[in-house]
Structure formats: C-alpha cells, structure tokens
C-alpha cells in the first residue's frame, strides 16, 4: 500500500490481483465514496522490469499518447477510463471488466461457441472501425487485450492496451502531394503508391484473433519447426486442421482466409468485413443492440469527448454512416 500515489489512495481502496502475468498487472479497486468497483492497471516504469523481462510489454514510452487516446475514444467497445496517476509507477483505472480477458476464453479445451464468436467478433469489428475513422491504429490487437464486461457468455467486449497505438495525422509525404509534383522525383511518388496502409495491420490482427476464437489454436506457431514461425506468416501459411474446421461454417472460415491475405492492399477491409455474409446475422445484432441498452440505462452519459466538433449524435449502428 505504500507505494502507491498518495491522490490515488485518497480515492480509491486498491485490493487483491485480478489478472497478471507478461501484460502487467490489474488491481481491483473501491471508488471510496461512490464503492464502485473499478481496475487498476499498473504499468511499470523501472527499466528493470521492461529490461530483464522483455514480454514485459508495458514500456510507458508513449504512456501519454496513450492517456491523450483513452480519454478521447467514447465507444461501447473500447475500455473507459476513469483516472489517472503517477507514481513510482502509472496507474490507469478503469470500468471493470468482470469476464476477464477473451484470452482465458479460448484456452483448450473451452471453445467459444460459433455465436458467441459472432457476437464477439462483430463488437471487434465496430471498435476497430471507430478507432480507424478516429485515424487511430491500435497495432497491438490480441486475445489478452479484449476483455469481457461480465461472466455471461452473452456480453459486450472491449478492447484495451492503446501502449502500442498510433495516431494517423497529416503526414509531411501528403503535404508534399498537395504540391505540383513537377520537380518531384520518382521515388516520392511510388513510396506514396504504398504508404498509409497502417490501418490494415490490425485487420491481420482480427483474422489470427477470430481464427483462434473459432477453432482453439493459433494459425501460426512455432511449435511446427518447419517453416518457421515468421516464414508462415510472411507466406500466409496457416495450420488448417480438418478434424476442427470441418464443425465450422465455410462463412466463419472464408472471413478468417479474407483477413489473413498477405498483401495488405487486398486484404479485407474493417467495412468489408461487416458486409460479410457471415456478419449478416440479425438475431446476433439483436442480441448486441439488447446488451448495448442494458449498460446505456446504467451509464450516465459523460459528454462525450471526441475529435468529431460537437452537436452531431453519435449512433452505434454502423451501417448509419455518421459521415467522414
Ligand atoms: C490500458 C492497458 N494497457 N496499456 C498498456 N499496456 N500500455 C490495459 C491493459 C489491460 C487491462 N486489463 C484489464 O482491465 C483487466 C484484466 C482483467 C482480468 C480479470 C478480471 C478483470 N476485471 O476487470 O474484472 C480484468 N480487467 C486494462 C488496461
């Protein structure tokens, strides 16, 4: 108790470990006058940490753009933050997330079930398209940093962990195209042909996430030692498994096969995947938009702090499109 900030302390009661491991660890917590129950996550600054234990992901290198990310981001899919300290270390807290990380979900032998992986991944789906229109890249996708609001099998999903994001502004490479390219060399212009493909690192991402989700296992691993874990992935080599995709619908593995394409240019996009058949499921939106009312009647609306100017509402359905 003694090492944590003094302001902390005055507003909240930390108590036991709710999960740790290489992500860092989260602490439960009391809100002293209101008692709700909020997580701390703890995110070491000592260089002994992040230094003898490299898995240690938490290097705070950019602890403020990720702040400045959490408290502008306002979706029903993305973690809230609540405060934020310094001390010895930071502690960022946050709304409990009382089913744990996806990660604990998939671990053999539990196996989500084809809907529940629906339901899950389609919540993914709007999180990352909320943070790609908000030129936000998250670039750390994983099991461990989606989280579950309860233990029910049906409930929301969050995505969390912004320790690796990126933010898209107007690069020097796009003030340099405003201009008349007369004397520009052809470098310039070809390198423009490929850039800006951030975005679709993190559709990668949500193809090996759904991928496990699905089937159990990951799609690529070391544990085959031919061909090594990185020539799988810059060949697209995943382990197929008959004897478990053979449960699976071809709609679930044709999404997983549209996301794991190599050249990111023809990989699918966040907005391609929602039109995917396998997503055209109404019962699964149903379900969603009743979990979304749940918490909506809970929450007190906080004015929403986003880059969008203010006075446009603000909808969660995404086929509404809501503008740029
Ligand atoms: C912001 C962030 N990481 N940022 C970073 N590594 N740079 C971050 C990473 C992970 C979390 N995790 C949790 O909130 C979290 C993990 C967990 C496990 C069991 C139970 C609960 N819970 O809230 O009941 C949990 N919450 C929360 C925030």
């Known amino acids: ?20 491991g290489a992500c860092g660890e989260v602490k439960l917590a009391f809100e002293r006058d209101t008692h709700t129950k909020v997580a701390i996550k703890i995110i070491r600054k000592s260089k002994f940490m992040t230094d003898v234990l490299p898995e240690m992901q938490d290097k705070p290198f950019n602890i403020e753009t990720e702040v ?4 502008r981001i306002d979706h ?21 997330m009382e089913g744990g990380e996806l990660f604990d979900k998939v671990q053999r032998p539990a196996r989500l079930s084809e809907r529940t992986c629906k339901l899950y991944f389609y919540q993914m789906l709007l999180a990352v398209q909320y943070l790609h229109k908000h030129g936000i890249i998250h670039r750390d996708l994983k099991l ?19 320790g690796q994001s990126k933010i898209i502004g107007e690069t020097s490479l796009m003030q340099t195209l405003c201009g008349t390219p007369d004397y520009l060399a052809p470098e310039i212009l070809h390198f423009a042909g490929t850039a800006g493909y951030g975005r679709s690192v993190d559709c990668w991402s949500l193809g090996v996430i759904l991928f496990m989700c699905l089937s159990g296992y990951p799609p690529f ?11 799988q992935i810059t060949s697209g080599n995943y382990c197929y498994i008959e004897e478990v995709w053979k449960d699976i619908s071809r709609d679930a593995f044709d999404l997983v ?18 039109e995917h058949p396998w997503l055209q499921d109404e019962h699964m ?10 918490t909506q009647n809970m929450r007190v609306k906080p004015e929403p702090l986003t880059l ?14 809501t503008g740029p």
């Open 144 to 162: 461990e940093n989606v989280l579950l609001s309860s233990r029910e099998e049906n409930c929301l999903v969050k995505i969390t962990d912004f």
């Open 285 to 294: 939106r149903h379900t969603f938009q009743q979990l979304l009312a749940q």
């Open 221 to 231: 691993s070391k544990k085959s030692a031919r061909p090594s874990l990185t020539e």
């Open 257 to 274: 096969q549209k996301f794991l394409v190599v050249d990111p240019t023809k990989r699918l996009k966040i907005e391609e995947a929602l």
């Open 308 to 321: 969008v100017p203010p006075g446009r509402k603000r909808d969660y359905h995404e086929d509404e499109k």
């Open 1 to 20: 108790q003694l090492e944590y900030p003094k302001e902390m302390q005055n507003k909240y009661i930390v108590s036991k470990t709710l999960g740790s």
């Open 76 to 96: 029903p899919c993305l973690i809230r933050i609540i405060d934020f300290f310094e001390g010895k270390d930071f502690y960022i807290v946050l709304e409990l």
């Open 68 to 71: 400045g990310i959490l408290k």
